[in-house]
């Protein structure tokens, strides 16, 4: 089976970078939408919109290679992430 590999290089990889562009400029258009929401639901909304941004991340790091294995951000840097999400305003 062929590796997804690096942008430019064939299969799947072109389309996934580009997927990843769309939605990293989705997310940064709709963050400060979250400060329009209620305050209780900030942090949650603040920490899956930045969990979601860390998945896209590791797509990238695992060269775009989706069908090997799942990307995932690991439960520590989950944890880092919601703090950071939480305390921010």
């Excluded at 997804?4 to 990843?20: D, F, M, Q, S, T």
């Amino acid at each position: 089976m062929r590796r997804a590999g690096a942008p430019g290089l064939g299969g799947p990889a072109p389309a996934l970078a580009h997927l990843i562009a769309v939605n990293r400029d989705l997310y940064r258009r709709a963050y400060p939408g979250i400060e329009l929401l209620s305050p209780r639901v900030r942090p949650g909304i603040r920490t899956a919109a930045t969990v979601y941004a860390a998945i896209l991340d590791r797509i990238e790091e695992s060269d775009y290679d989706v069908f090997a294995r799942r990307a995932v951000v690991p439960d520590q840097r989950r944890l880092w992430l919601a703090v950071g999400a939480a305390v921010r305003r």
